[in-house]
């Protein structure tokens, strides 16, 4: 979904459908990986544009599928670890959803 630089722009926002999974991942939940509930278990996380050009990440237990995340996964907050998942313009970064 992104171009072969692979960072996020606000352009790559307006050209993706609603509701589109442009980056999926598994971490550690530590402070190596994105520190949110800190239980050091491997967490997968999704990132997803929204229905007006905005975007947020979502996480959940590794082992729970893509799809479920999306929908009912937590939400990754704090600009330090959702830039560390997804590489982004200042502009697009501005257009997260919290």
């Known amino acids: ?15 993706m459908k609603p509701d589109t999974i442009f980056l999926t991942g598994v971490i ?11 239980n050091y278990k491997q ?17 959940g237990l590794e082992q729970i599928s893509v799809e479920a995340i ?4 937590n939400k990754v907050i704090g600009e330090k ?3 560390k998942l ?3 313009t200042d502009e697009a970064f501005g257009k997260y959803r919290y």
């Open 86 to 88: 997804v590489q982004c």
């Open 70 to 73: 999306s929908r009912w996964g």
């Open 28 to 38: 550690e939940d530590s402070p190596a990986g994105i520190n949110m509930e800190r």
């Open 1 to 15: 979904m992104l171009k072969g630089d692979g960072i996020l722009e606000l352009q790559d926002l307006i050209n």
């Open 43 to 59: 967490i997968r996380w999704v990132a997803v544009r929204g229905g007006i050009e905005d975007w947020a990440i979502y996480y």
């Open 81 to 83: 670890w959702i830039r």
